[in-house]
């Protein structure tokens, strides 16, 4: 006899796709503040997995990769339940913002606490409700604002089955970095839930190409676990990075940056110039190590302290990455990511 499947009182049965409204807190005129759960759950038992987005509510690629795979999903075809949360933060997504009221970030707070502040109350309900429900957990970013990222995975690879997850989902870089805090990954891998995160792009943007690799990633990850049938493109090559790290400005000024993510560096390659509003260099950036760039600010405008280009160490793997890169013009090195899907 199948289990039960209870999510915010009602019930979900084998071969039923239903949409649950599932209240997490109240407006100050007291009506309810609901997110919308989609559970697809097959007809044939199988893995329970969830899908978030929007923890951040003006990180909005993962909005439309959970979308996509929940409108496909078919309960006849399908071996397991699929959870299904375009938007976590309903706050931030109706108010353009990141935050919870009182710039709260609501991936600070998992597990949560019901008797908490309102962060905390809606970190429990959602992992209660939700995270606790499933037996794998896939959370889609963005970089924050000002900032984009290179699509990329990133879990904490010494759990065996995260580290299936990654690699399964194919994006080219797999960050390995173990969850601490209070994330929902690290809250859902503490719990034996093995999740991995998603960081795709910018903010405030559907960027079709990073929708693209993250529907695609999500269906590796089905497929893998045995619940539907797909056949994906499998990567060009994957390489495991476990150090990274920001350059930061030292003077303020207006930035020239000089690079992408995607392109790969090599220690004392230029990276920008931070110039006075009068023209006058003040400082060149140079990296301090040879890696990929995986994210960079947006902004021109910095100052000392400010993060303006993340690099993923490469070493053993470096040989790999460069025989993928294609040569512009000025001689940098760059990711053939046209290829890859981007």
Not at 37 to 48: K, Q
Not at 59 to 70: P, S
Request: proline share 5%; with cysteine.
């Amino acid at each position: 006899m199948a289990e039960e499947l209870k999510i915010g009182g009602k019930i979900v049965n084998p071969g039923e796709s239903q949409e649950i409204l599932l209240k997490i807190g109240e407006f100050y005129t007291a009506q309810p503040v609901n997110i919308p759960v989609i559970v697809v759950r097959g007809l044939e038992e199988g893995p329970r997995v969830f899908l978030t987005a929007a923890i951040h509510g003006d990180e909005l690629n993962g909005v439309e990769i959970v979308r996509t795979i929940m409108i496909e999903l078919d309960p006849a075809r399908l071996k397991g339940t699929v959870l299904c949360t375009p938007v976590l933060n309903r706050w931030g997504f109706l108010n353009h913002s990141r935050y919870l009221p009182g710039r709260r970030d609501l991936n600070r707070y998992f597990p949560g606490d019901p008797q908490g502040n309102l962060a905390h109350r809606v970190a429990h309900k959602i992992f209660s409700e939700i995270v606790q429900r499933a037996e794998y957990g896939i959370d889609m970013h963005t970089a924050g604002v000002g900032r984009t990222n290179l699509a990329h995975i990133r879990g904490d690879l010494a759990n065996d089955s995260i580290r299936r997850m990654a690699k399964a989902f194919g994006t080219e870089l797999i960050m390995d970095q173990p969850a601490s805090g209070g994330t929902l990954r690290a809250a859902a891998t503490r719990a034996g839930i093995p999740t991995i995160i998603l960081e795709a792009g910018e903010t405030f943007r559907f960027q079709r190409g990073m929708v693209a690799r993250g529907v695609a990633g999500v269906r590796n990850v089905l497929s893998d676990l045995g619940m539907i049938s797909h056949k994906g493109k499998e990567p060009r090559f994957q390489v495991i990075v476990k150090v990274a790290e920001w350059i930061r400005a030292e003077r303020g000024g207006i930035l020239d940056i000089r690079v992408r993510p995607g392109d790969l560096l090599y220690e004392g390659s230029d990276v920008g110039t931070v110039s006075t509003p009068f023209g006058r260099e003040v400082t060149a950036l140079k990296s301090p190590l040879t890696g990929l760039v995986i994210g960079i600010t947006t902004i021109p405008l910095v100052q000392p302290g400010d993060a303006i280009c993340h690099i993923a160490k490469l070493e053993k793997t470096l040989h790999t990455v460069e025989k993928y890169c294609i040569t512009e013009p000025d001689g940098r090195k760059h990711l053939d990511l046209e290829e890859a899907g981007i």
